[in-house]
């Protein structure tokens, strides 16, 4: 499966997963933000692809996913602008909207494992606070560091926020290269003796 199948695929199961997850009763707002944002990552990353093949592309093949995304967003925007409430479609199952815990974005340093979580949780956190491109871009800035920052340090204005994180993604987003982290990661581990006290030094170093 080549990149573009794969983000195909995603954009596929993360439309019906949020499509259940708005249907169900009642409704969590939690979950609605978070498969939202993951919808958007994998709608994003298809769109990319389909710029980058034009004209030979068939937009046919992702013409039926794109569009229900659309409508997902439209729907999900309406319910974060318009309320502090989930509003389903029963007004009966209406769910007040629960405080979350604060969420702590690490340092991104460059690590291709790290990336994915990293771009989730400041997705998360700051791509519904209402604050302005150039707002994220600067706080984007502040939470990278060593080749990252020099990726997007001197970036400037609103419009650049969704262009530093295209940079990032292209350099950063390689499933090849988090794998060849992870494994390497796991090689390093030390070897776990026969006793309690050994296994639980393995997992404090994992």
Known sequence: MDQFEYWKSSLEESTAALGVTLAADPVDQHQVIENFDIMMINYEAVIKFEAVRRPEFDYATILPVVCKARQL???????????????????????????????????????????????KVFKLKHDHSGATGA????????????????????????????????????????????????????????????????????????
């Not at 309320?83 to 460059?110: A, D, H, M, W, Y």
């Not at 970036?155 to 295209?166: G, K, Q, R, W």
């Open 73 to 119: 967003k439209a729907h999900v925007d309406r319910l974060i602008t318009t309320s502090e409430v989930c509003i389903p479609e029963s007004p009966q199952s209406i769910t007040p909207r629960r405080k979350l815990p604060k969420l702590i974005i690490p340092s991104f340093t460059g690590k291709f494992a790290d990336y994915p979580s990293f771009k």
């Open 135 to 206: 707002e994220k871009l600067v706080h984007l800035q502040n939470n990278v560091s060593g080749e990252p920052k020099l990726l997007i340090g001197k970036l400037t204005a609103d419009e650049n926020y969704e262009i530093a994180f295209l940079a990032l993604d292209a350099k950063y987003n390689k499933p090849d290269q988090i794998l060849s982290e992870l494994h390497a990661a796991i090689d390093a581990l030390p070897v776990a003796k026969d006793s309690t006290e050994s296994l639980k030094n393995v997992y404090a170093t994992s």
